[in-house]
């Protein structure tokens, strides 16, 4: 939200004119008119006061920078519920490969958050082992630790699953896939993960 909306939006709720607002801040209505404007930013001593005289809280939050429009592993896996629900495994799967654009365009901080908190069951145990051998594959490709959610029990596909489908393909599968997915019972061709 930007900061002209968010001082629009107390004050109005407060009830009060720019005149009346200004006047509990110490400041001036045509300083509150340029903010609300949003020709310039106040301060954030000066927000805080603004909010305050709004009868508002004010706090700040500090998270880290991601790959624009990026959205956690737990926010993934709501979307792939929907997707296999709706449309079926490959608009499910495409959406595991833009969470994979996603980390691999953030740094590091961005990364861990991506990744921290465990994502709900997606419904089916093929895509809750691949979520998590994903996760554990880009958190080593990073050097990073990877998340204590990915060993939980039902993170491990049962029976196995070749994620081609395609008859002929699974020792391929079974020779090409990552550590991280073979041990979670998922198996890809080489290059599943690679987007050009």
Not at 24 to 52: I, K
Not at 99 to 119: C, H, Q, T
Not at 165 to 191: C, K, Q, W, Y
Request: aromatic fraction near 8%; charged fraction near 30%; hydrophobic fraction near 45%.
């Amino acid at each position: 939200m930007k900061t002209s909306d968010l001082l629009k939006g107390m004050r109005k709720a407060a009830g009060l004119s720019q005149e009346e607002l200004a006047a509990r801040a110490g400041t001036s209505q045509p300083t509150l008119a340029v903010y609300e404007a949003g020709r310039a930013e106040p301060r954030l001593a000066t927000l805080e006061r603004l909010a305050a005289a709004a009868d508002f809280d004010l706090s700040v939050e500090a998270r880290p920078k991601v790959r624009r429009g990026a959205l956690p592993i737990a926010a993934a896996a709501e979307d792939v519920a929907l997707l296999l629900r709706g449309k079926g495994d490959g608009p499910a799967w495409r959406r595991l490969l833009d969470f994979v654009d996603d980390f691999r365009g953030s740094p590091v901080p961005g990364k861990r958050w991506l990744v921290e908190d465990s994502p709900g069951s997606c419904g089916d145990r093929r895509f809750d082992g691949a979520m998590a051998a994903l996760v554990e594959l880009l958190c080593t490709e990073a050097d990073l630790g990877y998340p204590p959610w990915t060993d939980e029990p039902e993170r491990f596909a049962e029976p196995w699953w070749f994620v081609s489908g395609l008859t002929g393909f699974e020792a391929m599968a079974l020779r090409d896939s990552p550590i991280a997915f073979a041990r979670h019972g998922v198996f890809v061709n080489e290059g599943a993960f690679d987007r050009v």
